[in-house]
């Protein structure tokens, strides 16, 4: 090795730039094999799915190597912004794998294929977006507390070619989860708008009402598309507390709604399309 590790400590803060103990770890991540002791090695990838239904939805890989050892591979699941923002997900996430297994003073080098990220955490660029800001902030706090040297390290995407596979097969297994998740509120709305069809409305000044066609009687319960509100028990129940934000991004529609939809010739798929189609 061209440095001993005692020498990576020497006058060194942390986040500053070290040399590293082989020139060609410029270019490649080494093997268990090739690390020597006192030095941990972290490879991370995202998979951002960019377009289309599950857009935002990111498959994050981590692995962490260190003198003959080889962790692990940790996956996980997240929602980002955009790509770079699930790059710099990816890189707390392995620094945040490292601080759970580290112990004592060590040099720590990662890796990523995200040339943005890599500026951004040198200092060359700074963040813009505030998503993006908070991420470094985490990030830059993380490092602090690891209490050691890092050293990021841009490479090209074959390089970390196999953490780029288990990303994407994360990703994907998300998406699948997701897409059942659809499927399976678009059948309770289609199973309430076939019991909204025993529903009768009634349009009076202050409002539509919803009565039962067999044993209603007035005034039965007033009920709204616009904000979506119902005074029936089971929306009382599950969304009577909550904020107007939260139920126009989680809350399907009731019975009621689905017969007052029906009533007025609109589509209750589309007026609860955000709240169907989630993925967060």
Not at 147 to 170: F, G, M, Q, S, Y
Not at 195 to 222: M, T, W
Not at 246 to 257: D, G, T, Y
């Amino acid at each position: 090795m061209c440095l001993k590790v005692r020498d990576f400590f020497k006058d060194k803060k942390v986040g500053t730039e070290v040399p590293l103990p082989e020139s060609w770890w410029h270019e490649r991540a080494p093997e268990a094999a090739d690390i020597p002791e006192g030095v941990f090695v972290i490879q991370t990838d995202a998979s951002f799915k960019k377009t289309g239904p599950g857009k935002g939805i990111v498959g994050i890989s981590v692995i962490v190597k260190t003198e003959n050892r080889e962790y692990k591979p940790k996956e996980f699941r997240r929602r980002a912004e955009g790509p770079v923002h699930a790059e710099l997900k990816a890189i707390r996430l392995g620094l945040k794998r490292l601080h759970e297994i580290k112990r004592g003073k060590c040099l720590v080098v990662l890796y990523t294929d995200c040339r943005s990220c890599f500026r951004l955490l040198k200092g060359i660029n700074k963040p813009r977006r505030d998503y993006i800001k908070e991420e470094v902030r985490k990030i830059n706090a993380l490092i602090k507390r690891i209490d050691c040297p890092v050293e990021v390290v841009p490479v090209k995407t074959k390089v970390n070619r196999r953490v780029d596979r288990r990303a994407l097969k994360e990703r994907k297994k998300e998406e699948q989860r997701k897409q059942q998740q659809i499927r399976e509120r678009l059948e309770k709305v289609k199973k309430r708008i076939e019991r909204g069809r025993n529903i009768s409305i009634v349009k009076r000044e202050d409002g539509y009402y919803a009565i039962p066609k067999n044993g209603g009687f007035p005034p039965g319960v007033k009920v709204s598309l616009n904000p979506p509100s119902c005074e029936c028990s089971w929306w009382k129940k599950r969304w009577g507390d909550k904020s107007q934000e939260v139920i126009n991004a989680r809350a399907l529609p009731c019975k009621h709604m689905c017969a007052l939809a029906e009533y007025l010739g609109l589509d209750i798929y589309q007026i609860f399309e955000k709240q169907i189609k989630r993925v967060d």
